[in-house]
């Protein structure tokens, strides 16, 4: 997978996540998402989608391999998306979560804040 396929594979889990928050809170969000990382030495990294992504995205061959992504919150309609890369080690793309799909599995917050 490469990087562009990768950024798309996190575009479409970032839609997904988008959509969980909006059946939750019956509104429409942007796309222009505030993501928080956690994991990979990280604690709460404010990033863009795009610099999530060259953080997140290792090779064409090597990935990690759990990421997991849900809306924990809104500012107006900008989502605030949690991102967390376990701990596992990287391995290739047949053995992350969604085999050749990629890493990204969707998680539901129970409450998500609203500013």
């Not at 998306?81 to 376990?86: H, N, T």
């Amino acid at each position: 997978m490469t990087k562009t396929s990768f950024a798309s594979a996190f575009q479409d889990a970032l839609d997904v996540a988008c959509g969980i928050a909006e059946k939750k809170l019956n509104t429409t969000l942007s796309r222009d998402a505030i993501i928080k990382m956690y994991g990979a030495g990280q604690s709460g990294l404010i990033l863009s989608p795009a610099e999530f992504v060259c953080r997140a995205y290792i090779s064409d061959t090597e990935f990690y391999r759990l990421i997991d992504l849900m809306v924990v919150e809104t500012i107006g309609t900008k989502p605030v998306v949690f991102a967390r890369i376990s701990g596992h080690p990287p391995g290739s793309l047949s053995s992350c979560w969604n085999g050749d799909k990629g890493p990204f599995k969707q998680l539901y917050a129970a409450i998500i804040a609203q500013k």
